[in-house]
């Protein structure tokens, strides 16, 4: 007796099986308030939780920020920041509820030109099997993965202004010149503009003088190049 041999009769045992599942959620949520515009910045929390029965490690999450958002910074959290878009989170995640939440902010690019950016963040590795995703596979229905969209307010404004470049007196036969300057002082760029210049009644056209333009012959001006947002312009001279 008491001598834990399993081959005599004396001894019996028996072994169960013990269902366990590995599972690894990621929700993804705006902290900073808008609205937003170029050179705003934008904060997320990204919070990686742990549903399974199993403990998770070595658990890294790619935060995949569309073109127009620059990462300004890491704000907090229990993770590393290994300076490729990739954070390694540092703690192990206990099973049934272990959780880690960490914050990241992004500057709008000056010259960002659309109305909206997203922002895509997914566990890319893990230690695990998960039982309803694949880490770094870019399936947006996964529960590793969320994204988060931003309305991004842009405005179009051009001006124009006139100016007398000829010096009077004038008289029957003078010539009368002038600087028309279109200037982008929007934040979006501007193409295909079109200026037309309308004389009174006693004034002939003589000539375009000057300026990155194409005269039309109608009286209208298209210029040549794009005006940049935010202070781009064009001067042409008749």
Known sequence: PDNDVPTEDDQDEETIEVDQFYDLELDKAITS?????????????????????????????EDRPQAGLTFASLNGGDVTDNGDGTFTLNSLLAQDGGTVTFN???????DFQGTSLTNVAEITEDDGDDED???????PTEDDQDEETIS????????????????????????????????????????????????QAGLTFASLNGGDVTD?????????SLLAQDGGTVTFNV
């Open 33 to 61: 308030a808008g609205p937003y515009e170029q050179g705003s910045t934008v904060s997320y929390d990204i919070t990686v939780t742990n549903v399974g029965s199993l403990d998770a490690a070595l658990v890294v999450v």
């Open 104 to 110: 990241v902010s992004y500057t709008i690019d000056a």
């Open 133 to 139: 995703s694949t880490p770094d596979n870019d399936v």
């Open 152 to 199: 991004v307010d842009q405005f179009y404004d051009l001006e124009l202004d006139k100016s007398i470049t000829s010096v009077g007196p004038y008289e029957q036969g003078s010539t009368v010149s002038y600087d028309i300057t279109v200037t982008n002082v929007g934040s979006i760029d501007a193409g295909l503009v079109v200026v037309e210049d309308r004389p």
């Open 216 to 224: 039309n012959g109608d009286g209208t001006f298209t210029l040549n």
